[in-house]
């Protein structure tokens, strides 16, 4: 039983094939009661076919998964009934106000009316859209959209939350106040499972698969991932990025040379010395720099490394 | 090398902007805005949803007249002379309108055609940007068959047909496989590298490091500008750090009620918390957590990112209403 073992979520072999071409390959993780889980990957890396095999509104080609206790495959039903699933493109009513889609919601799952005055009020205050409640959710902007949705999705207390990209075209404040709702229901002891193109929030969660291709590349908390990172990285500030990369490309113990906005990013085996190697080269070849200092590698470091790693 | 050929004569390209104004009605979307761009430069063009990035770039595009104020794009006037700026200028965006039904060089000569290229230049200048994007040999694959990062670089390579000497992206790489996004900006630190002005708007702080010089809007006007190390280094106010504690939510509630936090907000498994003294808090603050019960086991100074910087610069203004649909 899923419950028992503390996992809210439990996906084995999974497979998924759109004409013969797998979307989702072999795929198996386990989620903890109380977790926000990524799955992050790429277009294409099978978010959105998982997300749907877990809220039970797709069956998988072979593999099994259960969802708060129950099969998806022989009990959809009953999955449907403790989760709550957001979708990419989310069913709000763009002519009815903020209030009047809660309320709506709340109507189709059921809500007593009791309850969901108060619950509403306080959904609406984390997301920071109180003040309104009467706009209609046509005239949103996309951040509070996705908070709209997001308090819809939360109206009958759901055990699961499965969220399918939902900060995809958010900017960068509303997406922090999107992730501080999630934070926020933790103490709830809601499980969350998030899906994300965008590797930097990754770290954001607390435990993720990195997936690329239908396959789950690694599997772990932000921090661990990270420990796995081969070699380190380096970062050299410098007005001449491109003569930088020129003369470090191809060098002894660095693997990957990127241009960035005021600099260059390296990946190396061994920081200390190829820093110094990289100072000395860049000096004797009169390229200025004014820094090359070791940086904390990020997921998208880790997986780049990983999917080269593998050929 | 092909992309010598595709930047040559970009030399003189760069966005100049003088006191900008668009208004609509009583509501000022653009509001006395001034930079300039250099020719070769990656700026990236920062802002939450109506900060008015987007009809700062229609003016930029020769697509919407300026209320106020002056904007000149590869050397033309846009007020006076939008027909000529948008000769001289590409644009691409993450929903970039390839033609999935046609091939990849089916559709090169539809965009040749649509930016009237020259009959005598199209073909050859079609066979540079194949090669340029990488995509020798799929000349006659379906563009519905092209992966992501595959079709990134084909809208790109349509969109430099014509040679414009600056060029708009809009979210170049969202959702496209990290290592086909560093082929991508290799490529336009490439252009960039001819002399090609490339003009970036994204949400997104990883393509923002990418960008030589970034500028952030919010409620129309310019808050900032500078190199990413520029903003993060010098436009912040106080630092930044993680904490590793238990019990997160008694440790959050605490830390948000203390007059010496400027913010506190969980992150992953830990939570970061900005303060005016990094090295003062790191004294106070495991004993005061203590005091609340909270055991603390781990407190480091990290370094800023791009989105605290936009946060810090933008965050609490959009939600005092005005916001628009954009």
Redesign the interface.
């Given at each position: 039983m899923a419950e028992a073992s503390g996992d809210s979520i439990k996906a084995e072999g999974l497979v998924k094939r759109f004409a013969g071409v797998p979307a989702v390959d072999d795929l198996s993780f386990s989620v903890r009661r109380g977790e926000i889980f990524g799955l992050v990957?790429?277009?294409?890396?099978g978010k959105t076919t998982t997300m749907r095999i877990l809220a039970g509104v797709m069956s998988p080609d072979a593999g099994t998964a259960s969802v708060a206790g129950f099969d998806v495959v022989r009990d959809p039903e009953a999955v449907k009934n403790h989760i709550s699933y957001m979708p990419q493109r989310f069913g709000l009513y763009e002519d009815l106000t903020v209030d009047e889609n809660i309320r709506f919601y709340a109507d189709l799952f059921g809500v007593a009316a009791r309850d969901r005055e108060e619950h509403a009020a306080r959904l609406l205050e984390a997301a920071?859209m109180a003040?309104f409640r009467q706009r209609l959710a046509?005239?949103?902007?996309?951040?509070?959209k996705q908070k709209l949705g997001l308090a819809c999705a939360l109206v009958h207390h759901p055990q699961v939350l499965l969220l399918d990209e939902p900060t995809?075209?958010?900017?960068?404040?509303?997406?922090?106040e999107f992730?501080?709702i999630l934070?926020s229901l933790?103490?709830e002891n809601v499980t969350i499972v998030i899906s994300t193109?965008?590797?930097?929030e990754a770290?954001?969660?607390?435990r993720l698969a990195l997936l690329?291709k239908g396959r789950s590349l690694l599997c772990d908390?932000?921090?661990r991932l990270k420990a796995q990172m081969p070699g380190a990285t380096l970062m050299v500030?410098s007005p001449q990025?491109?003569e930088v990369r020129e003369r470090l490309s191809g060098a002894e113990g660095i693997s990957n040379v990127?241009?960035?906005?005021?600099?260059v990013h390296l990946v190396v085996d061994d920081a200390p010395r190829r820093c110094a190697e990289a100072k000395q080269m860049l000096t004797a070849a009169g390229i200025p720099f004014d820094e090359i200092a070791e940086s904390?590698p990020?997921i998208?470091d880790l997986?780049?490394a990983y999917?080269?790693g593998q050929g | 090398m092909a992309v010598q050929e595709i930047i040559a004569g970009a030399a003189a390209a760069s966005v100049r902007v003088e006191s900008l104004e668009k208004r609509f009605g009583r509501f000022t979307a653009v509001d006395r805005v001034s930079f300039a761009t250099e020719p070769g430069e990656?700026f990236?063009f920062l802002?939450?949803?109506?900060a008015g990035k987007s009809t700062t770039i229609r003016i930029l595009c020769g697509l919407l007249r300026p209320t106020a104020g002056k904007a000149v794009v590869a050397g033309f006037d846009v007020a006076t002379q939008a027909e000529e700026v948008r000769q001289n200028i590409g644009y691409m965006s993450q929903k970039f309108s390839l033609y999935n039904t046609l091939q990849v060089v089916e559709n090169l000569r539809f965009f040749a055609g649509m930016y009237s290229v020259p009959r005598a230049l199209a073909e050859a200048r079609i066979r540079e940007a194949v090669a340029m994007a990488g995509l020798a040999g799929h000349e006659h694959d379906l563009t519905a068959t092209l992966?992501?990062g595959w079709k990134q670089r084909l809208a790109l390579g349509c969109s430099i047909l014509h040679r414009p000497k600056v060029l708009f992206l809009d979210e170049p790489t969202?959702?496209?496989?990290?290592?086909?996004r560093?082929q991508f900006?290799?490529l336009i630190?490439e252009m960039a590298?001819g002399g090609v002005t490339v003009f970036v708007s994204t949400?997104?702080?990883?393509e923002?490091?990418?960008?030589?010089?970034?500028a952030l809007m919010n409620r129309g006007a310019l808050v900032a500008l500078g190199?990413?190390?520029e903003l993060k280094r010098h436009l912040m106010k106080g630092a930044l750090l993680l904490i590793k504690c238990e019990p997160l939510?008694t440790a959050l509630e605490v830390l948000q009620h203390n007059p010496a936090v400027m913010e506190a907000?969980?992150?992953?498994?830990g939570l970061h918390v900005t303060v005016q003294d990094a090295t003062a808090a790191g004294a106070w603050l495991p004993g005061y957590l203590a005091e609340h019960g909270v055991e603390c086991m781990r407190l480091q100074p990290?370094?800023l990112s791009l989105?605290d910087v936009?946060?810090q610069l933008?965050?609490g203004r959009?939600?005092q209403?005005g916001?628009?649909?954009?």
């Open positions: 990957g790429p277009d294409g890396a920071r003040e046509g005239n949103l902007s996309g951040g509070m995809t075209g958010v900017d960068p404040v509303s997406r922090r992730w501080q934070y933790l103490a193109a965008y590797l930097d770290e954001r969660c607390t690329f908390t932000p921090e500030v990025p491109r990127v241009l960035v906005g005021d600099g904390e990020s998208e997986f780049v999917v080269q | 990656i990236g802002g939450p949803n109506g992966a992501g969202s959702g496209v496989d990290p290592i086909s560093r900006w290799d630190h590298g949400h997104y702080m990883d923002a490091e990418y960008c030589n010089r970034l190199t990413p190390n939510g907000a969980v992150f992953g498994e990290i370094p989105e936009f946060v933008t965050g959009i939600h209403g916001e628009s649909a954009s």
